[in-house]
């Protein structure tokens, strides 16, 4: 299994951007999966993840109301729509499943919150 995060970027405080995860395997439709951050000098956290079904979501108390987690299982993708970005979602975000997968950890992608 591969997951790949794409769409970080360089985006202004109040800023919106949408990450994807594609994955092989098939584990889109049977398994939890979820968005991971982190940040210089802190520990990899959570930030939201999705059941197999695509109906029940959960997030960070910090990113509630701003970030958006959803997947299409047809094109085994996965998405987080972050909007009013602050510098603090400053972190190269990842995806795995929940909880992770060490071996599907992949480079993940930066997002860089200006101020």
């Known amino acids: 299994v591969q997951l790949q995060a794409s769409g970080g970027g360089l985006v202004q405080a109040g800023g919106s951007l949408t990450l994807s995860c594609a994955a092989s395997?098939?584990?889109?439709?049977?398994?939890?999966l979820g968005w991971y951050r982190q940040a210089p000098g802190k520990q990899r956290e959570l930030v939201a993840h999705?059941?197999?079904?695509?109906?029940?979501?959960n997030y960070l108390e910090s990113v509630k109301g701003r970030f958006t987690i959803s997947k299409d299982n047809a094109k085994s993708t996965m998405y987080l729509q972050m909007n009013s970005l602050k510098p603090e979602d400053t972190a190269v975000y990842y995806c795995?499943?929940?909880?992770?997968?060490?071996?599907?950890w992949g480079q993940g992608t930066l997002v860089t919150v200006s101020i």
């Open positions: 395997g098939g584990i889109f439709s049977r398994k939890v």
């Open positions: 795995n499943q929940v909880p992770p997968v060490q071996s599907y």
């Open positions: 999705i059941f197999s079904n695509g109906g029940s979501t």
